[in-house]
């Protein structure tokens, strides 16, 4: 609604009268005024945010009454201290991380997939000596200081692990055909064979038995506050995923290139082709499908705290499925 | 038959650069054993008379003999004693006081029997250990003068060594100073601004004038030596500091005035 | 005002402010609402993660402090040799004073990754870093030092016919120790910061792992915020405890005799 501008009018009583007459009378939905959401994206757009950039650009969420602003991060986004202290309302991240931090105390709920399987992993060149995670013993892997998967291989397998920090470029990558290094399987490979090296094998956190999902996160004040809004942006979400699956991915794709001028049309077919063809969104296992979009299993993470407990990387006790997840902003 | 001059200036002149000649013309001669007292109006060019005398400075002009060399070949036969103690303040008195030998590589155990005996010249002998921040500036001229005598100069050069202390701390040192030459009997050159110090120290004062810097007269001192703090209160005392006075005074007066 | 502290004083001012100090955090944290507490872990939670991650901190520690060190001590014996040689020539003061200016200025995180390529990762590139931020200060400070001599005392061991290398190391040299150690103390400050900011672009865990830079970015990234706090607290005490040393150092070296040292009452 528009106030009454501060110069000094014609004749003063007309916008009052407008505004009244505005006021009074019933408003479209579509013009009703959109509730602002912010979302802080774990890294630059790309085909791994397809339902946020289809259903933003196709309308969902503004069908929904909400104005969504996808926020891309980066090397330096800190997805986590965001959320906690509100300064972004959602996020996306991993949520056995998410776990762990709630476990720290930091104030999350996690309230959507966007992964039924996390494709996070450790790159290995074609033909490198490491075939099995046993292999890893007393290596060197670029990654990310902190990434909860290398604490957990420590723990399942008993390795020694050396861990020099992630400066995402594949370079070191390239330059060494001992090198490991963390990446999303939809994503680094691609730009490993434009830069001229071969496919590279893939060591994925799942078949170590660290199954995790992405998931998208707000604070637990959020959570409470709007209740409703959440349930309008998950819907909005999960027919944004299942239009950018099934449909014409184009309206996002062209968003994704906005946001982001690497993003070339080769590589957004490779990766959606690869969220396609391993069944990341829907579900890998036999009951997965359309249905599955979006969905949180609270037996899937009880199992996952208590896999943690037992190898140490979480106190006994400390969080448990209720405490950290919620099925109530799922569409039913 | 007189002995040779020890020191001979031969039509000296000195200008720095393009500037203007701050010495002309300046010819004398001293004798072993002379006490000269150089005194002028600011600006004269004493002090650079008596650095041209040291080596510290190049002649522009005429020529500068010491005991028949130049002063650069006769270095080791000078000392000189500047204005400020110039002491390294972070050696004590007693490294202060032997460091011109150890510049020229005399061991140490010469060393410390030269330092011990000049400190007890100028009385400080109990100070040896003590450094530099730790004394008055009357004591620091003294361990100054300690330090100049270490090398038994023949020449001893002091530019206004006692400029900066006050008038009891400089007369018990103009006694000192006597009381050393006694000792030892260099030649001095004394650069001053009191005429009743020349006057006492000296038995020949050079009466500089200004613009540009020359000779103006030389004043024969013939009080006896050696001089005490009795010789201050004799009449000759009082009557040659009034005659240095007036030939000061007169000299003053005629200077060009300062451009 | 205060008349010369004594000493006993002296020690229990900053005891007091440090207790108050502590007061006021503690109550901070509990202010805060609950699930913002971990905003501001409190200082129980600081000191439990201490003690939870000794181990880990600890060889952090050392290894930070060996990079810093060893950097430092590089700093020191290049740049004094360096400063000898700039303060003989003023052409060459000339020349090079901009590109060292050129080197300090340059941001340490963008150094940083080239270091990585040039020596790798670890101990060297954390190393060769801290030596880039603490060679400046020494290097301009000694310098200035060196060609600060009084110009009597010069002069006087141009009357005494001194050689060059008397006259460097009998006069300039002892002369320009005051800012010498002024230098170093800046550098020492500066020191740990540069290692620890080395430590967190290039460091890595190989070896006995990362220093105190490193350590952080894993807490930072595992959002383990009170020993974030606790690695925080030791990188502090790691620069006090250089410091005090530097301090040391300059103590026995210029008590006896610079003004510096002077006591008020004599």
Redesign the interface.
Known sequence: MSAPTNRRPRAPWLPVLVAVALGAAPMPAAERPLFKITVQLDWMAEPEHGGFYQAAARGFFRDEGLDVILLPGGPGAHV??SV??GKADVGQAGDIETL??QA????FVQFAAVFQDDPAGILVHADSSVQRFEDLQGR?IIA?????FLDFLKKKFGLQ?????Q?FSSAAFLSNREALQQGYYIAEPYHIIKAGGKMPRFLSTWDAGFRGYAVLVT???FSRAHPERLRAFTRAYVRGWQEYLEGDPGPAHAAMKQANANNTDEFMAFSRKMIIDERLVVGRDATGGSARIGRLDPARFAAQITLLEELGLLPKGRVTAASTMTTDFLPE | MPPPPLVEFREVAKRFGDGPPVLERISFAAQPGDFLALIGPSGCGKSTLLRLLAGLSPLTAGAIAVDGRTPADAAAELAFVFQEPTLLPWLNVAHNVELPQRLRGVAPADRAATRRRVLELVRLGDRAAAYPRQLSGGQKMRVSLARALALAPRLLLLDEPFGALDEMTREHLNEELLAIRALAAWTAFFVTHSVAEAVFLSNRILVLATGPGRLHTEIAVPLPYPRTSDTRLSRDYHDLVAHVSRVLRSVEDSAPPPR | MIAPMRPLLKAFLPAVAGALALAVWFAAHFLLEE?????LPSPAAVLQALLDHREPLARATLNTSQGALLGFGLAVVVSVGLAVVLSWSPIVRTSLYPYLMALQMTPLPVLA?IC?IWVG?GLKSVALLTFVIAFFPLVVNTTQGLISTDRHLVELFGLYRARPWQQLLLLRAPAALPYFFTGLRIAATIAPIGAVVAD????????DG?GLG?QA?????????PALFATAATTCMLGFVLNAAVLGLAWLALHHWHDSYERSDK
């Open positions: 986590m201290p906690a202290t762990l931090k720290e105390g930091l104030p060197t990310r200081p902190g990434w909860a692990l050396n861990v020099v920090a400066n604070s637990r004040r | 699930e913002m507490r971990f905003l990754p990585v990762a967190m672009n290039a460091g890595s865990s190989a070896g990362g490193f970015v894993i807490y930072a990234s595992q959002a383990k915020y």
